[in-house]
């Protein structure tokens, strides 16, 4: 039986408080993928938010969110991750991501809540727990992470996927990693989840 969680854990790596977002700017639209960034009070780090239209369904969607370890090979620069622990529609993932050298990679501790909505619809709220696990040896721990996934089912068989974080990713990151990650990691699982949902 499949756990209902949100195995996106995994696109977290720069964040702090969404919600705290101030305006949005897109900053690409390529290949039915929009990209928008926006500035966070008090953080060095920008919120991401991507949007794609999929021609799927709701539950194929969630059968691959749900497959944590799986979901691994269309997140962002994902190198592993494992569900922890389930209780109803709350889940906490471990994931670990790769990043460039000379910048030690990264791990991260999610918490993540499920909410259906009347209209069918699928909100994966994503909370960071960085004091969940121990640290690992070789990782810095990802201090912040805030965002959801959101699933709307549309008309003609079409969901409409929004994906948004923002992320404190601990340790020291370059500025060049930084500005490349909040658009490269919506836009790139955005792609890579699409492929894969369209293919059912």
């Known amino acids: ?10 696109l977290g790596l720069f964040a702090t408080s969404v919600v705290q977002a101030e305006e949005w700017k897109l900053a690409r639209d390529e290949d039915g993928i929009r990209v ?43 190198k592993d991750q494992k569900l922890l622990k389930n209780e109803g529609q709350q889940s906490w993932t471990y994931t670990r991501f790769n990043t460039p050298w000379p910048v030690t990679p990264r791990d991260s501790v999610i918490h993540v809540t499920s ?22 040896n070789g990782y810095v721990r990802v201090t912040q992470v805030d965002g959801f996934w959101k699933l ?37 699982t955005l792609k890579a989840m699409r492929q894969r949902a369209e293919r059912h």
């Open 36 to 78: 928008f960034l926006s500035e966070v009070p008090g953080s060095r780090y920008k919120a991401y938010r991507g949007v794609a239209v999929m021609k799927t369904d709701i539950a194929t969607l969630r059968a691959l969110q749900e497959d944590v370890s799986g979901s691994c090979a269309w997140i962002h620069e994902c």
């Open 1 to 10: 039986m499949r756990v209902k969680v949100a195995a996106l854990c995994a």
């Open 115 to 136: 909410q259906l909505g009347a209209d069918g619809s699928v909100t994966r709220i994503l909370e960071g727990v960085p004091k969940y696990l121990p640290e690992s």
């Open 152 to 188: 709307v089912p549309k008309s003609a068989g079409e969901v409409e996927v929004t994906y948004q974080v923002h992320t404190e990713p601990g340790g020291s990151v370059p500025s060049w990693l930084a500005n490349s990650f909040v658009v490269d990691a919506p836009f790139n």
